[in-house]
């Protein structure tokens, strides 16, 4: 059934944005929160197990001891207090991907809380209140077989539990105000931000793509300049930059229409389908104590000496602003220039497309134009596109040295995107190479004035600009692959 939506603008006339943002950020420990199982991506179905992340019994959990590090650093990053002592709870809950019927979490004592940090959208500064980091840790994998891709409806089910007991760090906003129309845009931001801080700290590699950054998105809508919190949703699962901020849109034109028809917001789950672009209902939002949290008895408390705390922190890398700010400077990109790259989610891909040797000004033009322009008819993020930093400055390096222009340039980029190969490959598969050669390009540039007797007497009467028309040509009969400088050289020496 579809749901009603209020138009976009009439939301924001009438009704102010609350968001609470959940990420969950899978780490890239070699082994699992609570055992030595290896946490491979892509290994086949249920060969990462053990007694311990199968949850057989009288198997004993072992604190992974990296990832408590990389929480700490994580919390120190977004300028959270580390606690001087937190504990495991055991969250229970029975489904198929939990195969001990709890999830070993943290509670009411998290590792990390009372936190900020600040994102830009279009030139404004939002500050997002952060309300604790926790570890945890991932369930496993369950795949319903049927029409629906979902358990209602399924066939069967299938549950793959190498993802179980990978280490996992959830990171809580507290509710996000003031946002207003720029509430999808700043959802987007932060969880962008976030991809960024984290990549930066070398915890995870947090793609998106295969699910080891999820983003759940809470809304709620109260009545405009009320100050009031609504009642909220939680779209969960949200798995790309793209779709956060769809799913903020979509709920609160979802939430307005039923407000605005009389009707009350149940506070639910919804599931985000990427492909339609809507939100569907789950079910009714549990509460803490439907999870009968209790101290987990198997493990002894965390408790990081402050001196550790401490010589994590010294070595945090660059800050994210302070970071921005110097790369700004150091490619000389003005303010509107730096803002859309950060605002496009490249910042990062152009700074390692600049490491890998290309000019900060080509590697923003191909991110932010082309690439950006596919990403965009994909309907997937800049980052998830199949092409990599190394790539572009590849292709930037055979334009500059003449052998590619920018349109055989973007042939490239098409053989980069169906996986034929790099670009040095593509090119000779292809045969975009320019032509550079003067007989081949004599006697295109022959049969043009040939061609365009007119155009060639404007040439000879001192029109230079006229040579345009007839590079074109030349350019046409060699399928864009022409040196169009040498092409011009040409003209005018045959014309005088």
């Known amino acids: 059934m579809t749901e009603m939506l209020l138009p976009y603008d009439d939301v924001l006339a009438a009704y102010d944005p609350a968001l609470g943002l959940e990420v969950h950020v899978e780490l890239n420990t070699a082994s699992k929160m609570f055992c030595g199982c290896p946490t491979t991506f892509g290994a086949e179905p249920n060969t990462q197990v053990c007694p311990t992340c199968l949850g057989l019994p009288g198997a004993m959990p072992v604190v992974n001891g990296t990832a408590v590090e990389s929480a700490a650093r994580i919390g120190l990053a977004l300028n959270c207090h580390i606690a001087e002592w937190c504990r495991f709870a055991r969250k229970n809950y029975f489904y198929p991907d939990m195969p001990k019927n709890f999830q070993t979490s943290q509670y009411d004592e998290p590792i990390a809380y009372d936190g900020w940090t600040e994102v830009e959208v279009d030139g404004e500064t939002f500050r997002i209140e952060i309300e604790r980091a926790h570890m945890e840790e991932d369930t496993g994998k369950s795949t319903h077989v049927g029409s629906t891709g979902r358990i209602h409806g ?7 539990y190498n993802r179980a007991g990978i280490p996992l760090i959830e990171i809580v906003t507290k509710p996000v105000l003031g946002t207003g129309a720029k509430a999808p845009l700043v959802a987007k931001a932060y969880v962008a931000h976030l991809r960024e801080l984290l990549l930066e700290l070398g915890v995870s590699d947090v793609r998106m793509d295969q699910g080891s950054l999820r983003c759940d998105v809470n809304l709620s809508l109260s009545p405009r300049g009320s100050g009031a919190l609504g009642i909220r949703t ?29 009707g009350a917001v149940l506070q639910e789950t919804r599931h985000w389908h990427e492909d339609t672009g809507v939100t569907t209902s789950g ?13 987990e008895p198997d493990l002894v408390p965390v408790a990081p000496s402050r001196e550790w705390v401490e010589r994590l922190r010294a ?9 921005r700010g110097r790369l700004q400077a150091e490619w000389g990109f003005s303010d509107l220039e730096m803002r859309d790259t950060v605002g496009a989610g490249a910042l990062l891909l152009v700074e390692q497309t600049v490491a890998a040797g290309a000019t900060p000004q080509a590697a923003r033009k191909w991110w932010l134009s082309d690439l950006a322009r ?37 042939q490239v980029f098409d053989g980069l995107l169906a996986g034929e190969g790099s670009p040095e490959e593509i090119v ?52 864009g692959q022409a040196d169009a400088a040498r092409v011009r050289e040409l003209i005018l020496e045959r014309l005088g």
């Open 154 to 160: 399924a066939d069967y089910s299938l549950v793959d």
């Open 234 to 262: 939680e779209t969960k699962n949200v798995n790309s930059l793209r779709s956060v901020e769809r799913a903020v849109r979509y709920e609160m034109q979802r939430h307005a229409a039923v407000l605005a028809a009389g």
């Open 283 to 295: 079910r009714e939002k549990s509460d803490a104590e439907d999870y009968r949290y209790f101290p």
């Open 315 to 323: 070595e945090l890398p660059e800050p994210p602003r302070e970071r």
């Open 374 to 410: 596919r990403a965009n008819d994909s309907g997937v993020d800049l980052s998830e596109l199949p092409v990599t930093p190394g790539q572009v400055a590849q292709v930037q390096a055979l334009v500059e040295d003449g052998s590619l222009n920018d349109k055989l340039a973007r």
């Open 428 to 479: 000779a598969a292809r045969g975009l190479a320019i032509v550079s050669d003067d007989d081949a390009l004599g006697a295109a540039v022959d049969r043009a004035i040939a061609a365009h007797p007119d155009v060639a007497a404007k040439i000879r009467d001192g029109k230079v600009a006229a040579a345009g028309a007839l590079i074109g040509a030349v350019m046409k009969q060699m399928r």
